[in-house]
């Protein structure tokens, strides 16, 4: 039987998006399956820390990995990575010795990833730099640390898989895998837009889908375990500080609040679960426990207010019988070669290492079909990395504020000159469509020509709508509309996607609300149903296609 493709990558996340770009720039032809959009699970709710990986001190080879992929990352992707100072307020003497062997890992590769060395700063320095800190810390170490947009690393990973010649399709949902004795993978899929099943048959099959690897796998009568571990964060609405902080919680563990764009990111929890990741709710245990740790060193942490939770499930490495931090950050590539011949399966790892994972899953695959290509992931930069941009420059030529363009070039580097050439050509379209962020239409337009959003929380992902404290109050509606125009949808399609897009964004915001905050929540669904008329219990329509089905 002639083979569809070389190689089916199920899941759209780091790890598939990685994989995809290196099989299809090692000349392999590959499908991208991903069941709902690109980065909308576990890495979507990530903190986007590229770091050393020094929390695993004692994984020697997996800090040198960490530090080497983020030198990667700034060659690659440097339009879409931040460099942010980092302080550890130290609050008693035995903190001290904890920080010092810190301070001697981070410091020996300091220069490799181009940071400074850790210092170690007195109070009435560490307060000069964060004057919300608590006044009786006895020191603070100071360090840097890079981040990067986890959702654009996704977008532009797919999009260059795609431009090196593979087939990326979202909404497409795996649901069986089977085996040809001998004459590759038959692997089925529902198309959850044109709602019809479709089958390929492939050489490989990648199963990169992270905490539903086990599930995958069981498709092909194969055996993965996972070792499941919720982790939650919560958005505040402002800066609360203006570097990042980490500190110990209240058991012990390490963890950060760092201003985010105009919010700030308070995690994470560590938990093993058993929840269907589907379906999973911070716990106001999680939330507390978060908010009471970070207190201590942050006084004022519980004036800010939050917005939302945000949750995922990390797919550790089934080292059972050990404390979640001692668990390795490593991943494990199971080759299923007995039961399920040509199938790879993912366990473990981390955002920052996934080209690492995909370099290794593709020298398997290309071993598997004899192809002798050699991995360059590495050295060819993601789109919008070919130069610097010229961002006042810019401002003036196209009439466009020196803020709207600089946070353009954060998402699309030096692709922003397309998306200004948009505006240039529709000067109404130079409208602010997100004021939090802000967002400009012809940058919402751009991305629904050229990204393939299907939906207002695909463009949440790909260009941060309604993502900043008023969570999309204001631009809802508006941005319906332009979505609706350019996709060519009904007034009906218009009303359920913001329905669609209000239940997405009330399953965040809902764990979080309390008291007053609660009631303002629900006189605003209120007013939606009311003043916006969204509320058609009667009327006689059609879900959209994917809606309500897998
Ligand atoms: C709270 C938290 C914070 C974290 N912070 C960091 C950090 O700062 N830095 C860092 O390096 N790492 C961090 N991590 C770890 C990191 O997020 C994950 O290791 C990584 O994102 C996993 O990516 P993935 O692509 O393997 O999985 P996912 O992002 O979950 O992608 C798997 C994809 O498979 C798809 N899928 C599942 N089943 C099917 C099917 N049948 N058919 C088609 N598609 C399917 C899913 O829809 C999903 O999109 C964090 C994790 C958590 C939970």
């Not at 837009?193 to 009568?221: F, H, I, L």
Request: hydrophobic fraction near 35%; include cysteine; aromatic fraction near 8%.
């Amino acid at each position: 039987m002639a083979d569809d493709y070389d190689v089916v990558v199920i899941g759209g996340g780091s790890t598939g998006t990685a994989v995809a770009r290196d099989c299809a720039m090692r000349g392999l032809e590959t499908l991208l399956l991903e069941r709902d959009d690109i980065a909308s699970a576990t890495v979507g709710t990530c903190a986007g820390m590229i770091s050393s990986g020094l929390k695993y001190m004692d994984e020697p080879e997996i800090v040198d990995m960490c530090s080497e992929e983020v030198v990667h990352f700034r060659r690659i992707a440097r339009h879409l990575i931040m460099k942010n100072p980092i302080l550890t307020p130290l609050m008693q003497m035995s903190d001290v010795s904890t920080g010092g062997n810190f301070a001697e890992e981070y410091s020996k590769r300091a220069e490799t990833r181009d940071v400074p060395p850790v210092l170690f700063l007195t109070p009435e320095d560490a307060l000069e730099i964060e004057p919300t800190l608590n006044p009786d810390i006895i020191a603070s170490i100071y360090f840097e640390e890079y981040f990067i947009s986890p959702f654009r690393l996704c977008l532009l990973q797919a999009i260059d898989a795609q431009r090196n010649g593979a087939s990326v399709r979202t909404y497409c949902e795996v649901h069986d895998i089977e085996n040809l004795d001998g004459d590759g993978n038959q692997v089925t899929f529902f198309d959850r837009v044109s709602r019809k099943t479709e089958s390929v048959v492939v050489d490989c099959v990648v199963n990169a889908t992270g905490p539903w690897a086990d599930e995958v796998a069981d498709m092909a009568s194969a055996n993965v375990e996972i070792r499941s571990n919720k982790g939650a964060h919560v958005i505040l609405d402002r800066r609360v500080v203006n570097v990042g902080i980490i500190a110990k919680a209240v058991d012990g563990r390490m963890i950060y609040l760092f201003p985010h764009e105009n919010t700030a990111l308070l995690g994470t929890t560590a938990l093993d679960t058993w929840e269907d990741p589907d379906k999973l709710v911070a716990s106001s245990d999680e939330i507390e426990y978060l908010l009471k740790s970070m207190e201590w060193v942050v006084p004022s942490i519980r004036e800010a207010r939050i917005i939302r939770t945000m949750e995922g499930v990390r797919p550790l490495v089934a080292d059972w019988k050990k404390p979640e931090d001692d668990v390795t950050r490593g991943y494990e590539i199971l080759a299923h070669e007995d039961g399920a011949p040509g199938i790879f399966s993912f366990v473990g790892g981390k955002l920052v290492m996934c080209r690492h994972m995909a370099e290794s899953v593709t020298d398997m695959v290309c071993e598997w079909l004899g192809v002798d290509k050699t991995c360059y992931t590495h050295m060819r930069p993601l789109p919008g990395m070919d130069g610097d941009l010229d961002v006042l420059a810019l401002s003036k030529k196209y009439g466009v504020s020196q803020h709207m363009v600089e946070r353009m070039r954060t998402r699309h580097g030096t692709e922003t000159e397309q998306v200004l050439e948009l505006a240039d050509a529709h000067p109404e379209w130079k409208t602010t469509v997100c004021t939090c962020e802000p967002v400009m239409e012809a940058e919402l337009r751009y991305s629904i020509q050229e990204e393939f959003p299907r939906s207002l929380n695909d463009l949440r992902r790909r260009v941060r709508l309604g993502t900043g404290p008023c969570q999309g109050t204001f631009c809802t509606y508006k941005a319906s509309a332009i979505l609706t125009k350019e996709l060519d949808w009904s007034g009906i399609d218009y009303q359920l996607e913001i329905m669609d897009y209000l239940a997405e964004r009330w399953k965040g915001k809902r764990p979080s609300l309390r008291g007053e905050q609660l009631s303002q929540e629900e006189l605003m669904q209120g007013i939606y149903s009311c003043v916006g008329n969204i509320d058609q219990s009667d009327a006689e329509y059609q879900r959209k296609p994917w809606e309500g089905i897998c």
